[in-house]
């Protein structure tokens, strides 16, 4: 019988929650790594027993862990056997995130604008999102903070940095949202392997059409009143982008503020943010089976990241934005002030399409019939950070 | 002239990296001599892979910000890793300990 697996990360670990494919009766794996953050764990399309974890700490640095094993076991790539250390060089380096250097000057790459406006080197931190290959098992790209992407062929027991994203020019007028300067999007074409979307906060979005090598910004259409350009071609806090499998040219944005849609492959973007209350926010995705039904969770603020009224409520538009409405049955009505983090949505592709998201309150809930009614899986996991669905067969 | 066997050392790890590390107390490690901060360092990430990185930064090898390391009472933090640890960590009736930072937070 089919299932789904949700695999959450939070700020103090990772849960896995299964049910099978009614979805009411769930199952609540973890912690995983407990007392880590972490970031983002998202399981390969091309062999569901595969997962991507990012586990970071402030204290003791990057680790990416992987099961083979559909969450079971867990290790480090390359170093399943700790028992056994090999004598010599290291093969695998599984944490080792290193920004490529100028090849002309062996000099940093770039800079990035930082708080003051004074240029400022890039410093790794952390792995926000993961995002395995369509096809490959082995081959998974990291996006990072600070913002840069990252690839790994060998199954994440070594990373290269795919350095043209951020030396192909406009790297000097980047800088850090108030989470820092994360790259937070990864969007592979399926139907284009050398077609790839980022986004960055804050940066915006770029595309590359060969496969990473060379990158373009597109954000013509972003308006956003608080840079001094409002529509300059770098500098957007992009949220988040969804898109739709079926239809990759087609591209949903939640902005820091405004809800945006491109219909050529981003080239151009319009607003969408219709009815809403309010159209800041953090996630937005895209129903499993209709390409033009979209979710988002409004947030009253910049300022004040909870829901309007204390009323948490998922926003559907079943016409690719514009026109919204409501979701509340089964969602707090009142006293409700936590946020949803731009990672902390998902759907799954059963007939019927699930829909879930985390909060930073603890809760995941969960939608077994696109949004229509909800239902807390959980209530009291520590700060969720991410949340990814795998559909089982 | 100084004896090229190794000697065994311990180290004592912060909890998070006991665990990663898989062992229940001290690491153990074998050091040849001179015992000094960076030998033990490089033995230990020798021993413990999955180490490597969590202590000292990948590239640079510069202790990560919120740990410190103590040898016999001493802070040894901002010691040269060649300096030689005090005969009782290099004998093994001392641990070098590595300690996380009390940093508050959540």
Sequence with gaps: MSGVRVLVGTHKGAFILSADGKRKDWKVDGPFFAGWEVYHMKGSPADPNRIYVSQTSGWFGQLIQRSDDGGKSWHQPGLADEALPQPGPPKALPNRFVYDASAATGKPLTTHQWYDGTQHPWEFKRVWHVEPSLTDPDTVYAGVEDAALFRSTDGGENWQELSGLRGHGTGPEWQPGAGGMCLHTILLDPSNPQRIYIAISAAGAFRTDDGGANWKPINKGLVSNFMPNPTAEVGHCVHHVAMHRSRPRVLFMQKHWDVMRSDDAGDNWREVSGNLPTDFGFVIDVHAHEPETLYVVPIKSDGEHFPPGGKLRVYRSRTGGNEWEPLARGLPEKDCYVNVLRDAMAVDSLDQCGVYFGTTGGQVYASADAGDSWAPIVQNLPKVLSVEVQTLD | ?106
């Design chain 2, 1 to 106: 002239m100084e004896s090229t066997d190794k000697v065994t050392v311990r180290v004592g790890l912060p909890y998070h990296l006991r665990n990663l590390a898989r062992v229940p107390g001290d690491a153990v490690v074998e050091v040849a001599p001179p015992v000094t901060l960076g030998s033990v360092l490089d033995a230990l990430e020798a021993r413990h892979p999955v180490l490597r990185g969590t202590i000292r930064e990948y590239e640079t090898g510069q202790r990560r910000a919120f740990l410190r390391y103590f040898a016999c009472g001493e802070d040894w933090s901002l010691a040269s890793p060649d300096r030689p640890l005090p005969e009782a960590v290099a004998a093994g009736s001392e641990p070098l300990l590595i300690l996380g930072a009390i940093a508050g937070g959540d």
